[in-house]
C-alpha cells in the first residue's frame, strides 16, 4: 500500500514538473535600436520621427510672432502656454514647412536666451525666431535658411528731434538701446558718436516701450520689427541708412550673418536641415516679403 502511495506521489509530481515546463514564458521585450550617434559619425535623429515639428519662439517679438488669445487668422495654439495662441511670420513659415513635410506643428514659448540652449538639449526640434545666422551662433547650431533678408535700421519718434537724421551720425549724442544679445545693441549702437546707450531690453516690446515712453531718443532693429513698430505706434518712424555711406559700418560677412534670418537646429541635424531648406529654397525673396506683410496686417496693435 505504501509502495502503491509513493508511485502516484512520484506520477503527480512529474505531471506538476511537466505542466511547469510546458508553460509559455514571457517573450524577451523587444529592443529598440540605439539612436544613431554623432560621435560614430552618423546624423542626429530628425526629431520629428513622431510626425511632430516642435518649434521655440518668443511668442512676443511681432511682426516675426506674438502672443494672442484665440486662433483667429490662422494662429497655432502654445503647448506650454494653456489658452494662448503664436501667430507671427515664424510661425506661418513653420506652417509652410510642415505642410511640405506632412507634420504636425508645435508651437513652444521659450525666452529669447533660452532658445539656442533648448535646440542644443533637443528641448525643441528647431527654433524659427527671427533668428540672425551668425558665425557666432553656427558654432553652437546648424542653420537652415534664409527664411527672410532683414536690413538694420533705427526707429525714433515722427515729433523727435532727430527725426530728419539722415545717417547715424546725425543720432550723436542720443539716448538708444536695442534688444539684448543682437548685433544692433553689441555692434550698432557703439558706432555712434556719443551715445547713451540705455540697459539693453530683454525682450522687442520692452524695446518699442522705452521708447514710445521716452525714456529713450531712438532705438536700433531690423526692418521687419520697425515696420512692425510703426504699425502699432503711429507717432514713430522708421530711420534707413542701408545702402549710403551714413549707414552703420561692418564687414561684407559680418552684414550678411546678420540681414540673414535662419531657422536652428541642433549640430549635425542634416535630415531635418535638408528637409527645411527643400521648403525655404522654393521661396523667394518676393514671397518672403509678402508673408511678412501678411503677418504685419494681422499682428495686434497692443505689440
Not at 172 to 200: F, K, R, V
Amino acid at each position: 500500500m505504501k509502495k502503491m502511495l509513493s508511485l502516484l506521489m512520484a506520477l503527480a509530481i512529474c505531471l506538476s514538473l511537466a505542466a511547469c515546463g510546458g508553460t509559455k514564458t514571457p517573450d524577451a521585450a523587444p529592443q529598440t535600436p540605439d539612436a544613431p550617434s554623432a560621435e560614430g559619425g552618423d546624423a542626429v535623429a530628425s526629431g520629428v520621427e513622431d510626425g511632430v515639428l516642435t518649434i521655440a519662439m518668443e511668442c512676443a517679438y511681432a511682426p516675426y510672432n506674438w502672443t494672442q488669445s484665440d486662433d483667429s487668422n490662422g494662429a497655432v495654439p502654445i503647448s506650454n502656454v494653456p489658452g494662448s495662441y503664436a501667430n507671427g511670420y515664424d510661425v506661418m513659415i513653420g506652417k509652410k514647412i510642415c505642410e511640405a513635410n506632412g507634420w504636425e506643428l508645435e508651437v513652444i514659448q521659450s525666452d529669447w536666451d533660452s532658445l539656442v540652449p533648448g535646440v542644443q538639449t533637443g528641448t525643441f526640434d528647431a527654433v524659427i525666431a527671427g533668428q540672425s545666422m551668425t558665425a557666432e551662433r553656427s558654432e553652437q547650431v546648424d542653420f537652415a535658411g534664409p527664411y527672410f533678408y532683414a536690413t538694420i535700421v533705427c526707429v525714433t519718434k515722427a515729433d523727435s528731434k532727430f527725426a530728419g537724421a539722415a545717417s547715424i551720425a546725425d543720432l550723436a549724442g542720443g539716448s538708444c538701446t536695442a534688444q539684448i544679445a543682437t548685433i544692433w545693441y553689441d555692434q550698432c549702437l557703439p558706432q555712434i558718436e556719443g551715445a547713451n546707450i540705455q540697459t539693453a531690453a530683454e525682450t522687442a516690446p520692452a524695446m518699442l516701450m522705452a521708447l514710445e515712453t521716452d525714456t529713450v531718443d531712438f532705438i536700433c532693429t531690423d526692418m521687419p520689427t520697425a515696420q512692425g513698430a510703426v504699425a502699432a505706434y503711429p507717432d514713430m518712424k522708421i530711420l534707413d541708412f542701408s545702402g549710403t555711406d551714413g549707414d552703420f559700418q561692418f564687414s561684407e560677412e559680418v552684414r550678411a550673418e546678420n540681414v540673414n534670418i535662419g531657422v536652428s537646429l541642433m549640430k549635425g541635424n542634416t535630415v531635418l536641415k535638408e528637409a527645411i531648406d527643400s521648403v525655404l529654397s522654393t521661396m523667394t525673396g518676393d514671397d518672403f516679403n509678402a508673408l511678412m506683410a501678411e503677418a504685419i496686417s494681422v499682428q495686434p496693435l497692443s505689440e
